[in-house]
């Protein structure tokens, strides 16, 4: 059985966890754990940035795990 969350080889199934995780994204990052050769956790940061200075709401960045892997 091919461990699916390995990172040599990587499986079809971790590309696409890591696809989903950059789809659509303007501003922020993505960061993948790895614990003994598995990828463990994917955690995506979303940072949402104001179009003028004088806007009342502030700049907001946050992060949240998108998928905690088994």
């Not at 922020?28 to 709401?57: C, D, F, H, L, M």
């Given at each position: 059985?091919i461990?699916?969350f390995?990172?040599?080889?990587?499986?079809?199934?971790?590309?696409?966890?890591?696809?989903?995780?950059?789809?659509?994204k303007?501003?922020?990052?993505i960061?993948?754990?790895?614990?003994?050769?598995?990828?463990?956790?994917?955690t995506e940061?979303?940072i949402?940035?104001?179009?003028k200075?004088e806007?009342?709401?502030?700049?907001?960045?946050y992060?949240?795990?998108?998928?905690?892997l088994?």
């Amino acid at each position: 059985m091919i461990d699916e969350f390995s990172t040599s080889p990587i499986s079809d199934r971790l590309l696409e966890e890591i696809k989903m995780a950059v789809a659509n994204k303007e501003f922020g990052s993505i960061e993948i754990y790895i614990e003994s050769g598995r990828v463990v956790q994917i955690t995506e940061r979303i940072i949402r940035k104001t179009n003028k200075p004088e806007a009342k709401r502030p700049n907001y960045v946050y992060s949240r795990p998108i998928n905690k892997l088994k």
